[in-house]
């Protein structure tokens, strides 16, 4: 099925280790985005991806890194993670930039204890 | 600064009733408006946008949305909700000008009795 997948789904992690959060969509969209969702705060923009080739910090980059691998792909890498970064992740994808029409990934949990 | 606020946390509505979930947003001029729904476990799924013109807005599930400039609200209504709603809801806003960046209010949980 055409969308947006992200892996994995769950992760438990200690505090201090890293880990590379994957996503890949198959609709041939040109931006891309990491969102975190908390209790209480919605949404919130990590960094996204405009086009393939760019990328720029959201709301909450801080302790984040993003690569956009090719068109279909976008990572995001927690270099040392900290309790503060358990969160539920989602990545989405729309056609353009000025395109709003978001498809969502189904999300990865992360623990970091 | 773009903001949302949805001012209810959690609504509890019976089933058949009617509903309304309250959005309210701080922009300087007219921005994109987004409803969204979660159900547990899930991504968020698109209810319905707003763009310009006529507005009301018709979603699926039969959810609408009206947009009112004057009070800076776009508040999702649906005349008989079914068990099968209950989820968290999310209002989102985007700037036209904007990088397709959204910016999502805190989120409405809703509960249905039977």
């Known amino acids: 099925n055409a969308g947006v997948t992200q892996t994995p789904k769950f992760q438990v992690l200690k505090t201090g280790q890293s880990m590379t959060l994957q996503c890949a969509q198959d609709?041939?969209?040109?931006?891309m985005y990491w969102y975190r969702q908390d209790p209480g705060m919605g949404l919130r923009l990590i960094y996204y991806?405009?086009?393939?080739?760019?990328?720029d910090k959201g709301e909450v980059p801080n302790g984040y890194n993003v690569s956009r691998l090719n068109k279909r792909e976008f990572s995001l890498r927690l270099e040392s993670a900290a309790p503060s970064q358990t969160s539920v992740y989602f990545c989405?994808?729309?056609?353009?930039?000025?395109?709003?029409?978001?498809?969502f990934g189904s999300g990865t949990r992360l623990t970091v204890v | 600064a773009q903001s949302v606020t949805q001012p209810d946390i959690h609504i509890t509505v019976s089933e058949g009733a009617s509903l309304e979930l309250r959005c309210n947003y701080s922009?300087?001029?007219?921005?994109?408006l987004f409803w969204y729904v979660q159900s547990p476990g899930q991504g968020l799924q698109l209810l319905l946008k707003?763009?310009?013109?006529?507005?009301l807005v018709q979603g699926i599930k039969g959810f609408e949305a009206e947009f009112k400039r004057s009070q800076s609200s776009f508040n999702l209504r649906k005349p008989s909700v079914h068990w099968s709603d209950a989820a968290e809801y999310f209002c989102?806003?985007?700037?036209?000008?904007?990088?397709?960046?959204?910016?999502f209010g805190q989120g409405t949980t809703l509960q249905v009795k039977p």
């Open positions: 922009y300087g001029a007219t921005p994109y």
């Open positions: 707003y763009f310009s013109g006529d507005t």
């Open positions: 989102a806003v985007g700037a036209p000008e904007d990088t397709g960046k959204l910016i």
């Open positions: 609709m041939n969209h040109n931006s």
């Open positions: 989405a994808s729309t056609p353009s930039s000025g395109n709003y029409g978001y498809t």
């Open positions: 991806s405009a086009s393939e080739g760019t990328t």
